[in-house]
């Protein structure tokens, strides 16, 4: 598989292709097309510390412009793909050009979904979190002294309610189901990232939705929440969710379901075109997932450089993720997907505790706050396909360690 590579999305994963490609001695004419106007840059930070200005663009853009010169890489930037003719294996820009590819990879990221604006959805004050744009909007207006609702409790809503709290800021945060992080953790976990909001002084209130935003002259003044109670706010952070960036693929015939349907080798039923990173559904432990993180964006990457290169190792991911939330550390090893029993086991100093998820006796993820030493041996345990039973996770003077031999 050789001729020109084309390659969507200047994000984690398109990098982290482009990277591994040329690390492995690969010489093939390779095109990075980046609707965004900056190079290449990180997400994580755009929630943390960049978002409380100790961090700057420059320290996010992974290499300079000169790396991509020295790497015979054709960047596009400020340029997005409009379509795909897999006929022609041909695209269209929006700069109106025509583009020829051999190979083809999508890695196209998602998009935050919005408020509608029939609920206040485009009202001024009314903001998501997905570039370094976005973050930069919101950071202006995380002004100490001012109130604001973050709508949903997942993990890009709670890191914005911790920084806006530590910025100075009144912070309530709303969650519609009946507690924070229930998509993606065990109530356990929910318990403990609950504890930590609440001592800092967030109004979290879980089982409440918003009706609506309500503004004066078309600026954000008010919420009505689902309960009936109108919360008067300067600001709102949406935080509910996000929506797999695969209309290329679909318009171009290709099967999507929230997401671009690939085998574990990246690749779609088109022989020429893979997706990879948080555009990408791919077959993990007997379902078909889509895994939003770094983790997946970079390891789906390399496996997939290394296939284009004549490697036949699938992808077999082994999921990890970190969220940082004033000064506590969540670290994720696993997916506790289609768990069925958790065990929480104390942590050695204050504040630190883990979640263990087992399905059917084996241990399939741990969630950490604040403890990193359950955190890798959480890791290399279910990496190694060892499990201790749940009373050992439980039990703090257990050594989890020694099972890994
Ligand atoms: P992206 O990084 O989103 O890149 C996709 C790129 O494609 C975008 O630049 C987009 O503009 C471009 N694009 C889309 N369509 C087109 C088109 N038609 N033509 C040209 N370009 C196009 N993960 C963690 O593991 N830990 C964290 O702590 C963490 N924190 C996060 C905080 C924030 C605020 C955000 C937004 C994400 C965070 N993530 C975190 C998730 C992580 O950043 C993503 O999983 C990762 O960026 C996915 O990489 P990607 O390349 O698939 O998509």
Not at 28 to 37: C, N
Not at 105 to 117: C, I, Q, S
Not at 371 to 399: C, F, H, N, R, W
Request: hydrophobic letters at 45%; a negative charge.
């Amino acid at each position: 598989m050789t001729g020109r590579l084309v390659v969507v999305g200047g994000g984690q994963a398109g990098f982290a292709l482009i990277a591994k490609l040329r690390a492995l001695s690969d010489t093939r004419p390779i095109t990075l097309v980046a609707g965004e106007a900056s190079l290449p840059y990180q997400r994580p930070p755009l929630s943390k510390k960049y978002l409380t200005r100790d961090m700057t663009l420059d320290r996010l853009i992974y290499r300079p412009e000169s790396w991509y010169h020295d790497n015979r890489i054709e960047l596009r930037l400020s340029t997005r793909v409009t379509a795909i003719d897999r006929a022609a294996r041909s695209l269209a820009l929006s700069s109106g050009d025509m583009l020829a590819y051999d190979t083809l990879v999508l890695a196209t990221g998602a998009t935050p979904r919005h408020l509608p604006e029939s609920l206040g959805g485009a009202l001024d004050g009314v903001y998501t979190l997905r570039d370094f744009a976005d973050a930069d909007r919101l950071a202006e207006a995380l002004q100490p002294g001012k109130r604001a609702l973050i709508i949903g409790g997942g993990y890009i809503g709670l890191e914005a309610a911790a920084v806006a709290r530590s910025l100075g800021l009144t912070v309530t945060l709303i969650e519609m189901a009946d507690r924070i992080l229930q998509r993606v953790a065990a109530p356990a976990t929910s318990d403990l990232v609950r504890a930590l909001h609440q001592a800092r002084g967030v109004d979290l209130r879980e089982g409440t939705g918003l009706r609506a935003l309500i503004g004066t002259e078309g600026r954000l003044a008010a919420a009505l929440l689902s309960d009936g109670t109108e919360l008067p706010i300067d600001l709102a952070i949406v935080g509910i969710g996000v929506t797999a960036n695969d209309a290329l693929a679909r318009e171009a015939g290709l099967a999507t379901a929230n997401g671009v349907v690939v085998d574990a080798e990246a690749r779609t039923a088109d022989p020429s075109i893979f997706a990879i990173g948080d555009c990408a559904v791919l077959p993990f432990g007997g379902m078909m997932v889509r895994l939003e993180s770094v983790q997946n964006a970079v390891d789906q990457a390399e496996a997939l450089a290394a296939i284009l290169t004549g490697g036949t190792e699938p992808y077999h991911p082994k999921p990890w993720f970190w969220s940082d939330q004033y000064d506590a550390k969540l670290q994720i090893a696993g997916f506790g997907l289609g768990h069925d029993h958790t065990v929480t086991r104390p942590g050695t100093r204050p504040g630190s505790a883990s979640v263990w998820y087992f399905r059917e006796g084996r241990l399939i993820a741990v969630d950490a706050i604040n403890d990193a030493k359950a955190y890798v041996v959480g890791k290399k345990l279910i990496e190694s396909g060892l499990s201790p039973t749940p009373e050992q996770a439980a039990d703090p003077a257990a050594d989890l360690k020694a099972l890994l031999g």
